[in-house]
């Protein structure tokens, strides 16, 4: 598992230590379900319902490090009045109801707790952790992007041997909306967006790529398009349009042929435009479609 941010892991610090938790902290009893936030707790009131908890030394043992030897614990440290923290907690709190008791969300406020934040080398406020097992598997510190903390709550399932489904995005969702009814400018600000905070989404990348090929392809009749191609095999223009309604027709292997055959023909800008022209219909596919595997080892053959 990884860190969300690029930065390194919080761990880089050290060992984090929680015998003296373990030894000190006084006995509680373990309720059934998690409850939910309240008067204990200085942090706002949680809106993820019973699948989060507000922690502090006499519930840490049993809250936390004994209920994730049966499911995944994730452990937000916060602090009531602090921004970004204030404002990171109810997505984290959203996501664990979304989880449907896959995992828990505990809370802990450092100003109430300064003892546990110590243990765990909390150094500032939002961080988070990991622990699965009774022990910490990962930790970042800061907000992150909602689909960033998405894939690390993925690893952290995974590291638990949670076999859960991976939860969708709904800023995909509303992006590829956009794209099915037609509404390229919408859809092009979504997908833009999405990858200003997550810029290695292959998901976004391939939905811009969609925009750009719906809109090359507007309003031009296919079956004259190639059939302009087929008889002008030196018209570079009429090549690159008819390879990407070749792509929309499901032909996707034809087009990339069709693109590779005219970069081995070309040269200077019509041999750049088609290489460039072929990539960007790689991205419509995403990287691990195996057609587009064999057209970019056909690709550099033709270029080298």
Known sequence: ????????????????????????????????????????????????????????????????????????????????????????????????????????LARIDVQENPRIAQMFQVQGVPTVYAVVGGRPVDAFSGAVPEAQLR????????????????????????????????????????????????PADAAAEAGLAQVGLARRVAGADPRAALAAAEANPGD?????????????????EQAYARLVDLVRRTSGDDRDKARQHLIALFTVAGPDDPAVASARRALASALF
Request: no cysteine; charged share 20%.
């Open 1 to 104: 598992m990884s860190d969300p941010r690029i930065t390194s892991s919080i761990f880089t610090r050290g060992a984090v230590d929680l015998s003296g938790l373990r030894n000190t902290a006084p006995p509680a009893t373990r309720p059934s379900t998690p409850a939910q936030a309240g008067p204990s707790s200085g942090l706002p009131a949680a809106a993820g319902g019973g699948s989060v908890i507000d922690v502090t030394e006499a519930n840490l043992q049993a809250e936390v490090l004994e209920r994730s030897t049966t499911m995944p614990v994730v452990v937000f440290f916060g602090a009531a009045g602090y921004p970004e923290s204030d404002q990171f907690a109810p997505l984290l709190e959203r996501l664990a109801a979304e989880g449907g008791g896959a995992w828990a």
């Open 236 to 252: 570079v223009p009429a090549q690159l349009l008819a390879a990407d309604i070749e792509v929309l027709s499901g032909m996707a």
């Open 151 to 198: 894939q690390w709550i993925g690893a952290v399932l995974k590291a638990g041997g949670v076999d859960v489904a991976a939860p969708g995005d709904p800023r995909l969702d509303e992006a590829d909306d956009a794209l099915m009814s037609g509404d390229l400018d919408a859809a092009e600000e979504a997908y833009r967006k999405i990858l200003a905070e997550s």
